[in-house]
Structure formats: C-alpha cells, structure tokens
C-alpha cells in the first residue's frame, strides 16, 4: 500500500529534530558533520537525507521543518534541497527537546492554528516504511480524535540499558495505542531484564504525534518558564524571528520533553510502532544493525580482513583496505585525517575525543 | 674529524645492497616502495637515501653501486639522482646476497682489475657518521695489508633473538679487528643470553671489507655453480650486460653470502664497530630507536594520542591525527590507502599481509 499526500490533513506538520552534535562516532562523524549528516552506515544517503525522503512521501515540502543548530543551516540546505529556506529552524545553541518542541509549535500554531504536530528524530535508522507511514497515519488520526500526547514505541528485541523505556498502563494485547504509566531513562541491567521479561515495557522511538494546542497547554502548565519566552511574540515567521530567538534561546531550559513534559503529563499515550527500528546511538547499536563474520566481527567494507580477531567493529572510509589480525574487542573507525581505536569496554569515552583534540591544540 | 673522498684509495668501491621487497613493514613500505625507500623513520629521507649521502661523503659518485630488483631502477634514479644511470646494477629476480655480491665483484674487477670492495645494505639506520667512515677506513686498510674477507660486528647491548651472531676466535680486549670463529643465525633466547652474557659474540651488521680478487677466490672455492656463471663472461660493462644477467640469473644459486662463503671460509674477520647500528629490520627494532611515552607506547607523530593504552606502536602518515584508547600491545601501521593493526606478538604475520591481499583480488 502506497500512501499519498492527500491522505493525511493539511494542517498537519511534520518537524525534523537535527540538533545532534554526533561526538560519539567521532570521527567518522563530527562537530562540522554530525551524525544526521553523515552516512555512518553507507548507504548513500546520510541519515537525515533517509528522514527527509521517508516523510516526504507523505508531507510536502512546505509542511516540512527541519530544526538545527544556526552553524548545520548551510549542510541542511545542501542535503535537502527540496526543503524551503524557511523550514530550517536555526538554533542558536542546544537547548534540548523541550525547547526545540516549543519553538517549532509556536512557529506552526502562527502558521495554522489548530495544526497537527509530528516530531522525528533525523538519526535513526527506519526499516518498512509502510507500516512506518501507516504507524504515522494511525497516529495523527487518533491524536485528532482524542488528544493527549502520543509517544511512539518498539517492542524491545533485547535486553538494553541505553535505550528510554516507556512502561504501557495496562497492557492491552492486540491494542495498537495504549496510556503510558512510566518513562524510564537507560536502566542498569538488571532492570533492563525484568523490562524485557514483563513485556510492559517499550524503547521510546523519540517519534511523538500531537495537536499543536494540547503540547502548548502541556508546555504551559509544566514548564511555564519555556512557554512565557514565547507567549505573545510576534517575531515568528516575521524578519524578526532570527533576532527573537537568539534573544531568548539562552533562557530557555535545558531539559528533554520526555523529563519535562511527558513524564510529567497524565494525557500520554504510546503507539507500538511496527516498523524495523534502531536509533543508531552506539557502535553497539550500530554493530546490531550489521552482519557479523563468525567471530562476531562487523565492518563496513568487504575490504576490511579480519584474522584471528574476535568482536571487533570497523568502520573506513569506502575502498580503504584493512587488515587486523589478532586482535579483540577494538572499534576502530577512520576517517579524513583522523584515526580512532578504542577498546570496547570504554566506547562510552568516545564522545569526549574530539573535545580533547581541541583542548591539545 | 672529517674524512674527504682523498683519504680512500682510488681503487675503492662501494657497493649498496638493495635487494629487499620491504614486506615486514606493510603498509608503510611495500612492494612499490619497499623498505629502504621509504622513510620509516620519518626523517625526512629514505633509508637508501640516508645510506647515499652518509656512503658519498668518502665515495665518489662513480665508485659507487646500488643493486636493486630491476623494478626498482626508476625509484633508485629518483632518490638517488647523482648516481650515473650504469651504477645500477638490476637484478632480474631475486637471488639473495651471494649472487649480488659476486654479480657486483665481477663487474668491479672487469672496471678496476684489483680493486678493493665495500659491501653495505641500504635499509639500516646509523648514527656517529665519523665513527663509521673512520671504521671503514680501518676495514679498508686492514684487507689491503691482510686479505681475507672482513665483516662488520656491533657488541650487543640487549638478548636479541632476530639478529645473525658472529663469534670471535679468542677474544683480545681493544683489538679492533680479529679472526671469527662461528657465525649463528638467530638463536632462541636462552643461546641470545649465552651470547650477550660470554662477550664474544658480536651482532652481524651485514657490512663486508674485502679485495675483490678474494672474495672472487672464496666464491670459486666454496659456490662454484655460481662462480662458473659469471666466468669468462665479456658482456659486463657493455651493452650486453642486461641481457647476459637477465639469462644467467635463474641459475644463480639462492643462498646468503654469510651462508655460502663466510660460514665456510677460514679467512674471516670481524671489526668490531663503534657507530651507532640498527637493522630496523623489525617494528620491535623500529621501537627500540625510538622514545617511548611512560606506558611503553611509540609513535612517530605528536599528533597521536594514547589514553589508558600500554606498549602500542603507531606508525601513521605525517599530519595524520589518532586516538589510541584503553588497548595494548598493538602495532597499528597506515599509509595511503591502507590501515594495518595487529598484536604485537603477530608481527611475524605482517610480512604476508600484501601478499594475501593479492591472493584476495
């Protein structure tokens, strides 16, 4: 099944969240080309290309925002072409989902009015996109019907401790939308297990569908601090909007929408999602996506030789040629001038390298 | 004290031997670019470079030779352009160390009738130029009053199990030069320990100091296939000499001059030389050179970064940026297209690695 533009409502919107800064796949990916805007995987596409190109089959353009650090416009542009000028929302520092939500909501309630909201990440990694299109339309139809805040879930394939959990109220088999009870951020272990064995408990896909007026009540009553920096402006969509926001960015609250709004609300509900999955947020995450030889290595070349090594990842540039030979548990990524070994065991490092390089010089 | 070309006999020759394939440092040498081509070092001049230049300052350009797979002329024209384009002397195939002695012996002789020969290997590293030019000179003058066949011996200063062992026929405290008793090729560590604790035991640097009239004698008495090749030839030194090589040099016997002659001569010597001497024939003795950081690790570039990593060397191209995190004991090689990492206690794989990489395409 094919869906077409025309199936979903005209005011619904879908915005992109590009404010990754990718330091843990340094350097394959990097403070001048995070992860969104770079092909860690190497199919081609970068993955907020994938993104724009899955939603776009089912929004237009001009009902597309991409939101972005101020210094990602110019790559954004470059990648996506298609979208209009104005559909890049810049910001000009990190201020976490909330923040984001907020000023993409407010900027398409000035636009719409009453408007249906869809929020994706431009980082992860989809398989099936007709139950992903399918899972949206669903989505958007009962936010519509009934309110509330929609989240978006993936039945948990595995025993994860760096992934958000989403704990369902009652567990309603066969129900495709069920009330969220619990939000629980990366658990240890054991928890992840007793998650994973209860069945109750979905990986939160970062995936939220809602009318722009529930997320702005929610916003209001939560994290009234965010919504009064917004409240009667008449910048947005106006010459002055640049000015506005990076009058009041700094002053926004650094805080998650799951921190400060979802777990907080009581009108929150979690689609299971069917579609094929990953956030890609790790060499690990991404070493689940990849083929393993028989000694569990993965690389992402076939000109990469592994001898009497065992658990290693590797990711080259295309057609570099590599051999390792006798060893364990490394991740070893290259790319451009830099080269990166790590042990497995510290992957959680990686993130703090490219700051140190700028530290030395 | 600087010797000048003046101060060497006029019937001196040097002969630089440059017949390795350079695939125990893959990928930084190759079979494009073996060895002594390349600046493993990064000192900004390749070994046979290096070798040129400390070799000219008591040779002149005419009296000197570099024999070289014929693949090799154009690189060898390249990085030695003073040489004149007849002192190249290209070996069609490879036939070890007695065939390009007596291949270079003949073709002295048929220029210089009595002649005295010099023999160095292109890929080694030396420090204290004066001592060594003033060692040479010793040598020089020592097989001109004495005959015999005079190698070179450095006094160990470490149990190494890689290096060939002369041992000296009775050791005379502050003799210089003395007659050899045995030679061993690369004894286990428990003979390596004999040999460093006992003192007579020198490590072969792989220079010789002969007449050529008796190093030809010893070649006829102990090699004569080979000797017969070559004899009563009158192609060397005209135009028919590639030709006569190129027909001739399948039937040379494959052995090592220390092998063929200097094991079953009684006619040997040593000198034990003063200069600083390396064979770098191995990364373990490419790291022995260099300095380490205070966990054992090695690189050639500032620019690489070891955290939490313990007896790593890294040898990466000029500029190149690494970060080395949470392993040990890897030799981690990368020029152009090409990453190598291995265990150190492999590092005997890596001479293979480029020829598994052909079997492969």
Redesign the interface.
Same mark, same amino acid.
């Given at each position: 099944m094919t869906i077409s533009h025309s199936s979903l409502p005209a005011d619904s919107y879908c915005v992109i969240m590009a404010g990754g800064i990718g330091n843990r796949f340094w350097p394959v990916s990097n403070t001048q080309c995070p992860k969104q805007f770079s092909d860690i995987l190497h199919t081609g596409k970068s993955f907020i290309r994938q993104t724009y190109e899955r939603i776009s089959r089912i929004f237009p353009d001009e009902r597309i925002f991409v939101i972005t650090g101020a210094e990602y416009e110019e790559i954004t542009h470059q990648q996506i072409p298609e979208l209009p000028s104005g559909n890049i929302l810049k910001e000009p520092l990190r201020r976490n989902t909330a923040t984001c939500i907020m000023y993409a909501a407010e900027k398409i309630k000035k636009i719409a009015g009453t408007a249906t909201m869809v929020v994706v990440p431009s980082d992860h990694f989809i398989t099936n996109d007709n139950a992903y299109w399918k899972d949206l339309r669903d989505g958007i139809e009962f936010v519509r019907k009934n309110g509330g805040l929609l989240t978006f879930g993936i039945t948990p394939s595995r025993i994860e401790t760096q992934y958000g959990y989403i704990q369902v109220r009652t567990a309603e088999p066969g129900k495709k939308i069920t009330a969220v009870k619990t939000f629980t951020e990366k658990p240890d272990y054991e928890l992840a297990q007793k998650f994973y064995e209860s069945g109750d408990f979905l990986w939160n896909a970062g995936i939220f569908i809602w009318q722009v007026e529930d997320i702005l009540r929610e916003i209001r009553k939560h994290l009234y601090d965010l919504y009064s920096l917004f409240e009667n402006n008449t910048s947005l969509n106006t010459p002055a909007e640049e000015e506005f926001i990076n009058t009041i960015y700094g002053q926004c609250p650094n805080v998650s929408i799951d921190f400060g709004i979802l777990e907080k609300s009581n009108q929150v509900y979690v689609l299971r999602g069917s579609f094929g999955w990953s956030d890609v947020g790790t060499w690990h995450a991404f070493q689940a996506l990849c083929k393993q030889d028989e000694n569990n290595n993965t690389s992402n070349s076939s000109q990469v030789?592994f001898? /009497?090594s065992h658990n290693c990842l590797v990711n !080259?540039p295309e057609? %570099?040629?590599? =051999?390792?030979?006798? !060893?364990d548990d490394?991740i =070893?990524a290259?790319k451009d /001038?830099?080269?990166?070994?790590?042990?497995s %065991?510290?992957e959680e %490092? =990686?993130r703090n390298?490219e700051k140190?390089?700028k530290f %030395?010089k």
């Amino acid at each position: 099944m094919t869906i077409s533009h025309s199936s979903l409502p005209a005011d619904s919107y879908c915005v992109i969240m590009a404010g990754g800064i990718g330091n843990r796949f340094w350097p394959v990916s990097n403070t001048q080309c995070p992860k969104q805007f770079s092909d860690i995987l190497h199919t081609g596409k970068s993955f907020i290309r994938q993104t724009y190109e899955r939603i776009s089959r089912i929004f237009p353009d001009e009902r597309i925002f991409v939101i972005t650090g101020a210094e990602y416009e110019e790559i954004t542009h470059q990648q996506i072409p298609e979208l209009p000028s104005g559909n890049i929302l810049k910001e000009p520092l990190r201020r976490n989902t909330a923040t984001c939500i907020m000023y993409a909501a407010e900027k398409i309630k000035k636009i719409a009015g009453t408007a249906t909201m869809v929020v994706v990440p431009s980082d992860h990694f989809i398989t099936n996109d007709n139950a992903y299109w399918k899972d949206l339309r669903d989505g958007i139809e009962f936010v519509r019907k009934n309110g509330g805040l929609l989240t978006f879930g993936i039945t948990p394939s595995r025993i994860e401790t760096q992934y958000g959990y989403i704990q369902v109220r009652t567990a309603e088999p066969g129900k495709k939308i069920t009330a969220v009870k619990t939000f629980t951020e990366k658990p240890d272990y054991e928890l992840a297990q007793k998650f994973y064995e209860s069945g109750d408990f979905l990986w939160n896909a970062g995936i939220f569908i809602w009318q722009v007026e529930d997320i702005l009540r929610e916003i209001r009553k939560h994290l009234y601090d965010l919504y009064s920096l917004f409240e009667n402006n008449t910048s947005l969509n106006t010459p002055a909007e640049e000015e506005f926001i990076n009058t009041i960015y700094g002053q926004c609250p650094n805080v998650s929408i799951d921190f400060g709004i979802l777990e907080k609300s009581n009108q929150v509900y979690v689609l299971r999602g069917s579609f094929g999955w990953s956030d890609v947020g790790t060499w690990h995450a991404f070493q689940a996506l990849c083929k393993q030889d028989e000694n569990n290595n993965t690389s992402n070349s076939s000109q990469v030789i592994f001898h /009497n090594s065992h658990n290693c990842l590797v990711n !080259v540039p295309e057609g %570099k040629i590599a =051999i390792i030979y006798g !060893v364990d548990d490394l991740i =070893i990524a290259a790319k451009d /001038n830099y080269l990166m070994i790590c042990h497995s %065991k510290d992957e959680e %490092k =990686i993130r703090n390298f490219e700051k140190q390089l700028k530290f %030395k010089k």
